[in-house]
């Protein structure tokens, strides 16, 4: 499997990130480009399109957008906010329109990545900003305009090693929003067998490299029984491993509150907003607590999210519960010593009391 090296393995590497936002009547586009890479071609839509990056290597994490001219979806965001570590770089680019139905506190949210501009935010402008999470208000980059699209740029210098990293996107349409699902790994398109179906349409990777592991749909609103049959195989998925999931025509109906919680068991915190023939899509990891990963959930939309994952040399090992602690090597080897101690010295003291009673037999005679 080809990987995408986007940044290079060296300390001190300065990389860009450009942002270009255009409202609905000033170009109706966003881009969001890491160097000369466009990061989001396949998730930018209407709304809030975000990506996020390392604050120490500059590598790419996430990418997704927020339709807030829906209402649910700023809260959506705000909770994304909300969720990132301190001090993660944020870049985010409106398309169309972001203002209609952006609440105070998604409003909040934005500031709270070092904007000061959001305020003057109008029905259809341009908005680009480069902040980073727990910043001062007005110390982001970012440019706003009302009346022509807007472009800003800011530098990153990777202060730690990055390495060559993989891609995984899911998208999700519900019935009403394009009746699609798709699942990808460096923009190749995953196959399933007979395309993707009503439901949720399910693949696992493998952490370290991106290499497809297993992939299966779950009709949920055919059979109820289908939600219990995709809890008993997420439940059966090892620690770690990443699990992409995206939703077509309808994974609501029958879905069930066990199926639910084998979705939080690999990151979800919006599963529990699904409703008839909504979007949702999520790069997961098996184990993750809730907000660690990557997911877009509308009821009113499509919706996509891109992840980010470094190539590893060797996949990470998690160890069972059940396992068996081994013992140390000096122990083990500590202990064989002195049981062979023991048997010499008890062989020796066998052959010295024969030799006594030897001795006392024949004096007798």
């Not at 305009?145 to 990055?162: F, M």
């Not at 370290?208 to 997420?234: C, T």
């Amino acid at each position: 499997m080809n990987t995408t090296n986007v940044n290079p393995a060296r300390n001190g590497v300065t990389t860009t990130v450009q942002v270009s936002s255009a409202g609905y009547n000033h170009g109706n586009s966003a881009s969001i480009r890491f160097n000369t890479q466009d990061l989001g071609e396949n998730f930018y839509n209407r709304g809030l399109n975000v990506a996020v990056f390392d604050e120490f290597t500059g590598q790419p994490i996430f990418g997704t957008t927020f339709d807030t001219f829906n209402s649910g979806n700023s809260e959506s965001f705000t909770q994304f906010v909300s969720t990132l570590p301190l001090g993660r770089i944020v870049a985010i680019a409106i398309k169309d329109d972001a203002n209609f139905n952006l609440s105070e506190r998604g409003k909040r949210a934005c500031k709270s990545l070092g904007s000061r501009l959001i305020d003057d935010l109008q029905f259809r402008s341009s908005w680009a900003i480069i902040g980073q999470t727990g910043a001062a208000p007005g110390t982001a980059t970012e440019k706003l305009s009302n009346q022509a699209a807007v472009t800003c740029s800011r530098e990153i210098t990777a202060t730690k090693v990055s390495v060559p990293s993989f891609t995984i996107a899911a998208t999700s349409a519900g019935n009403n929003w394009g009746n699609m699902a798709q699942v990808t790994c460096n923009g190749e398109l995953v196959f399933f067998t007979g395309g993707y179906q009503r439901g949720l349409n399910v693949v696992v990777f493998d952490p370290s490299n991106g290499r497809q592991l297993q992939s299966r749909s779950f009709d949920v609103y055919a059979d109820p029984a289908n939600a219990d049959a995709f809890a008993d195989w997420i439940e059966t998925i090892p620690q770690g491993r990443v699990v992409a999931i995206a939703a077509k025509d309808d994974a609501s109906f029958n879905f069930s509150d066990r199926a639910k919680t084998a979705c939080k068991s690999i990151g979800s915190t919006q599963i529990d907003r699904l409703q008839f023939r909504g979007s949702w899509a999520i790069v997961g990891v098996k184990g993750a607590s809730g907000g660690a990963v990557i997911e877009n959930l509308n009821n009113f939309g499509s919706v996509s999210v891109n992840a980010w994952f470094p190539v590893l040399e060797s996949p990470p090992v998690t160890p069972s519960v059940t396992q068996p602690v081994a013992q140390p090597i000096e122990s083990r080897e500590s202990g064989t010593g002195n049981k062979k101690q023991v048997v010499i010295i008890g062989l020796v003291l066998a052959i010295l009391i024969i030799i006594v009673i030897g001795a006392i037999l024949i004096n007798k005679d």
